[in-house]
């Protein structure tokens, strides 16, 4: 089993960058790959983008490239989320989410089957 769990969750204000974390703890030393979600207030939850063992990244919300940027440090047994140029529409509670193997291709969360708890952030000024 894998266990992952997020930190760096917090206000930010519109335009302000914000990095989250994700560290995984479980049997770590087989392949997976890490995704991150999020779930805005009343809405489902999407998925934003997904990282590979070996850094391939397979992004889910072409809205966010350029501005949200995954990585990975496998040594750490962490997954990193940098969210630059944070707009109000982006306040939602942030998942991470780990599988074996690779990435989905289409950011389904039913194929996640180890998830962390969530960190809200929140954009406001």
């Known amino acids: 089993q894998l266990q992952p769990v997020e930190y760096g969750g917090g206000l930010v204000q519109p335009g302000g960058s914000l990095t989250l974390s994700c560290i995984i703890s479980?049997?770590?030393?087989?392949?997976?790959?890490i995704g991150w979600f999020r779930q805005a207030p009343g809405k489902g939850r999407e998925g934003v983008t997904c990282?590979?063992?070996?850094?391939?990244?397979?992004n889910y919300a072409s809205s966010l490239e350029g501005r949200f940027t995954i990585s990975r440090d496998n040594m750490k047994r962490t997954s990193y989320l940098r969210m630059n140029g944070l707009k109000p529409e982006d306040t939602a509670v942030y998942f991470c989410a780990a599988r074996w193997d690779v990435c989905t291709v289409d950011g389904g969360e039913g194929l996640y089957a180890y998830w962390g708890q969530g960190t809200q952030v929140t954009v406001s000024a």
């Open positions: 990282i590979n063992s070996d850094g391939s990244v397979q």
């Open positions: 479980g049997f770590t030393r087989r392949r997976h790959a």
